[in-house]
Every structure is written in structure tokens, then in C-alpha cells.
């Protein structure tokens, strides 16, 4: 007899808080993208200078550049910029939540990425380029949203990276960010920085394990104006 059984997305409970990151890195700022499951094993061991696992290697894959289950966003990521700066599309902002593959074990990852301009809000300065602040602000504001907001970023080192941090929460590692090395990204043909940030979302809240509060919304939200104020030139601040 053929059996069938379902397999949650994500664990009891984890739906709503997944989907509300989603709509908030929306709200931040960020396009989602997708991207394969499959990547290339090779590309994998000369980027992050680790093998695949027996377990995450495909026995009959359809090519060598889809031949193993992807252990984080990160490979897929770059290839969608790689991808816009070819077409000119300099300015970017992106954001991913997707199944990775450790092993045997399965979880829902959430990637971001920044590069080019920074979001401009229109009165408060001139454009600028993005840095690896404006990356790591939103990167708090999702944190805050999980209720993870006593995370430790520890500084650490990756083949990958110029800049690299690890995210702690207790003693569990729940994700890193950091700084693209130009290195990788001058052979992606990427210009200009990249700032990347990932983040296990399974992990990071089954760490937290504390539910979400309602916040009443204020009685007086705040707003963007411009300003103009007439005053007798002789008058002191």
C-alpha cells in the first residue's frame, strides 16, 4: 500500500512569526527573491572551503552547477546580484526566506543583502552608498521583531568575507553578517560593496521561546515634515 504523510514548512507555531519577517523586511526596505534549492558542490567548497556532507550530495544530478542541497542562501544570493549588475541594475536591496539542508537536518533560513545606493528618505541629506550600517540596523530591527534582541555579535573570520560577525544567542550560533571580500566579488563581476546577512530562523526562535507582546500603536505617530520658521535675525538657540 502507498502511505503519505505531511510535512509541516515550518514547526508548529513558526508560521505567522516567519511570515511577519517576511512583511517586515518588506517594510524595510527590501525585494524578495528565490532562488534553487541545488547548487553547485564545487562552487560551494571554493567559496566556503568546506564539502558537502554525503547526505546533501544528489546521486543523479541533471548538472554539475545543481548537483548538491544548498547549506545556506548565500551562493544563490549572489548569483541573483550577479545577475542585476550585468543587466546595470547597481542599486540593490534583497532579502530571501528559504529551506536550507545541514546534514539531515532541515530549516528556514532568511538572507539579506545590500549593495549600491541607501535607501534615501528624501529631506534628511544627499544620496550615499550603503554600508555595512544600514545593513546592520535592519538586521537589528528583525531581530527586535523575533524578540531576539539580546543576541551577541562576536567578530570572526570566513574565506568569504572582509568583515564577519556571528550571531550568538546563549551559546547557539543563529547567523552572521558581514562584508563581501572584493576578492569574490570582483569574480562575480559585482561592483561596489556587498553587505550579506543570514539568519536561521528555526533556531534563532526556538532559542527565544518567549511568545510576541501586543504593543497598543501611539497616540501620536510620528511623521516627516519639512520645516520653515521665520525669526528676528537676532535671535539665540
Not at 517576511?22 to 525585494?31: K, Q, S
Not at 528624501?122 to 550603503?130: F, H, K, M, S
Not at 539580546?150 to 558581514?178: D, T
Not at 505617530?221 to 520645516?227: E, I, K, M, N, S
Amino acid at each position: 500500500p502507498v502511505e503519505a504523510r505531511w510535512i509541516p514548512l515550518e514547526e508548529p507555531g513558526r508560521y505567522f512569526e516567519v511570515q511577519c519577517v517576511r512583511v517586515l523586511a518588506g517594510e524595510l526596505g527590501f525585494d524578495e527573491v528565490q532562488t534553487y534549492t541545488l547548487v553547485s558542490s564545487k562552487e560551494a567548497l571554493a567559496i566556503h572551503g568546506t564539502a558537502f556532507s554525503e547526505d546533501q550530495i544528489l546521486a543523479n544530478p541533471l548538472t554539475d552547477e545543481m548537483d548538491a542541497l544548498r547549506a545556506d542562501l548565500f551562493l544563490g544570493m549572489l548569483g541573483v546580484i550577479a545577475r542585476n549588475h550585468a543587466q546595470r541594475n547597481l542599486s540593490l536591496h534583497f532579502f530571501e526566506i528559504g529551506r536550507v539542508f545541514e546534514g539531515q537536518r532541515e530549516s528556514t533560513h532568511l538572507a539579506l543583502a545590500l549593495t549600491g545606493k541607501a535607501p534615501h528618505a528624501g529631506w534628511e541629506g544627499p544620496e550615499r552608498t550603503a554600508d555595512f550600517f544600514d545593513l546592520k540596523g535592519r538586521l537589528m530591527k528583525v531581530l527586535e521583531k523575533l524578540g531576539a534582541g539580546n543576541v551577541v555579535w562576536r567578530p570572526s573570520s570566513h574565506a568569504a568575507f572582509s568583515l564577519f560577525l556571528e550571531l550568538y544567542c546563549g551559546e547557539e550560533e543563529v547567523g552572521f553578517v558581514g562584508q563581501v571580500s572584493g576578492r569574490l566579488a570582483r569574480s562575480k563581476k559585482i561592483e561596489g560593496d556587498l553587505f550579506y546577512a543570514e539568519l536561521d530562523l528555526d533556531l534563532l526562535l526556538k532559542q527565544v521561546g518567549t511568545p510576541a507582546k501586543f504593543t497598543p500603536l501611539p497616540g501620536f505617530p510620528a511623521v516627516q515634515r519639512d520645516l520653515a520658521l521665520i525669526v528676528p535675525e537676532g535671535r539665540r538657540f
